[in-house]
């Protein structure tokens, strides 16, 4: 079955950098996209940006855009999200989930890892 | 970027009720529309893509409707389960864009 599963929480200092991965299994990696969504506490989903696992072009929402970084290692079956320069309001819940990619796909994000808490305090 | 606005933000209601959950998009998205449910502490979980396709797993008592910029999720006997926040999501264009919720709860 289809698996995305993250790597654990974290506590980061502000100004500090966070790099969150994604290991997919149960699907061809390369066959899909994954995006990165993220949720503040009692705020609504926020997308910010998705790589082609194939051959790893990227876009990036203009409101991460200079911080984020999306990257995957074809090998590893797994996506990683890179966020710089965090501040308090970086904390929430990230989530990778996947997206079918091509002429024939009506993108929708039909599974989704379990979400990794970033905390970002002094 | 393409806005997403739900009504209502919140809902009370019974078991048995028909529920229905409104989403509109600021510009037209075709049928490029989907619609997730969340519980507390979870994950979001896919019910409804291109509008009115029922996701794999998902009970019949879902459906989705619309085209354009207008789109409707309804539930047609709300179960005990189904108490929920309810989001619509555009995968027309990016960057994609979520409404701001639907929260469901028990009357």
């Known amino acids: 079955q289809v698996q995305l599963v993250q790597s654990g929480a974290e506590v980061k200092k502000p100004g500090a950098s966070v790099k969150v991965s994604c290991k997919a299994s149960?699907?061809?990696?390369?066959?899909?996209?994954i995006h990165w969504v993220r949720q503040a506490p009692g705020q609504r989903l926020e997308w910010m940006g998705w790589?082609?696992?194939?051959?790893?072009?990227?876009k990036y929402s203009q409101k991460f855009q200079g911080r984020i970084t999306i990257t995957r290692d074809t090998s590893a079956s797994t996506a990683y999200m890179d966020l710089s320069s965090l501040g308090s309001e970086d904390t929430a819940v990230y989530y990778c989930?996947?997206?079918?990619?091509?002429?024939?796909?009506?993108?929708?994000?039909?599974?989704w890892g379990q979400g990794t808490l970033v905390t970002v305090s002094s | 970027d393409i806005q997403m606005t739900q009504s209502p933000s919140s809902l009370s209601a019974s078991v048995g009720d028909r529920v229905t959950i409104t989403c509109r998009a600021s510009?037209?998205?075709?049928?490029?529309l989907n619609w997730y449910q969340q519980k507390p502490g979870e994950a979001p979980k896919l019910l409804i893509y291109?509008?009115?396709s029922l996701h794999s797993g998902v009970p019949s008592r879902f459906s989705g409707s619309g085209s354009g910029t207008d789109f409707t999720l309804t539930i047609s006997s709300l179960q005990p389960e189904d108490f929920a926040t309810y989001y619509c999501?555009?995968?027309?264009?990016?960057?994609?864009?979520f409404g701001q919720g639907t929260k469901v709860d028990i009357k």
């Open positions: 989930v996947r997206d079918c990619i091509g002429n024939s796909c009506y993108s929708h994000f039909d599974y």
């Open positions: 149960g699907y061809t990696f390369s066959n899909y996209a």
């Open positions: 790589i082609i696992a194939g051959n790893g072009n990227t």
């Open positions: 510009q037209t998205i075709s049928n490029y």
């Open positions: 291109a509008a009115s």
């Open positions: 999501q555009q995968g027309y264009s990016i960057p994609r864009t």
